[in-house]
């Protein structure tokens, strides 16, 4: 976990909510993500957390609120705006393009408008030539840092579940962002890439990245979380160290759901 964090949130959402049709999936939710931590966000089943995810990156529009990230409000901005501004986020259900090798995949997460592409090689071929290396080498760097390097030629379809978590992470990486959300990084994936993945991201965390990580696996929550937010039926429930949150009966009810 991080020293020093520092006292200005990274990520800070207020007064967020979005309903469909009759649905209030997140009802009037804050988050906050300190910079330098690993925050939980968890919850039972449909409390809202992925729809704050997608809320909070503007993959849906959110009905009403506020989301500030490092300093500027950008619940405003399109999500590919949100992401080069330095907040990415993975999919609970791996989005890799399975027909597409596990390098291609890696190159396509940091590819440039195809416009300004074009232009590009016309006019500066050696430029390009140069980055593409630059950028293939990252992307090897990033493969090594996942434990996929060796598998960069194999098409992304042949993954397991955890390979395709892990190369979801390294498409994120990709994009050198400053916050990372995951969602469910551990859900289909055995116990020993689960170790794994938690290693990389203590690793990932100690040179700089935040994360904010929605996970069932309570395991995983309270090794890796400073601070974990609990969302319940769209609202806040409660927010705390994890040792806090384990131990808190409003929490448990919501779980065992005898609230
Ligand atoms: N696109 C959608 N259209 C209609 N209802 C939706 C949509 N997305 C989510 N919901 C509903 O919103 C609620 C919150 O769903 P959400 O997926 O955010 O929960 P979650 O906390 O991520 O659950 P889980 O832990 O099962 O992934 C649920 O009742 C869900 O059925
Ligand atoms: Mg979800």
Known sequence: MANNLSATPLLAASGVCK???GIQAVNNAEIQVTQGSITGLIGPNGAGKTTLFNLLS?????????????GEPIHHL???KIAQQGLVRTFQVARALSRLSVLENMLLAAQKQTGEKFWAVQLQPHVVAREEK???DKAMFLLES?????KAQDYAGGLSGGQRKLLEIGRALMTDPKLILLDEPAA???PTLIREICDRIVAWNKDGMTFLIIEHNMDVIMSLCDRVWVLAEGQNLAVGSPEEIQTNS??????LGTS
């Not at 996942?146 to 060796?150: D, E, N, P, Q, S």
């Not at 409003?250 to 779980?255: D, N, R, S, T």
Request: hydrophobic fraction near 40%.
């Open 134 to 136: 630059e950028l293939r």
């Open 146 to 150: 996942v434990g996929l390097a060796h």
């Open 188 to 190: 289909g994936v055995n």
């Open 78 to 80: 399109q999500s590919h």
């Open 250 to 255: 409003q929490v448990l009810e919501a779980y």
């Open 58 to 70: 503007n993959f849906i529009r959110p009905d009403k609120g506020k989301v500030v990230f490092d």
């Open 19 to 21: 309903s469909f049709g």
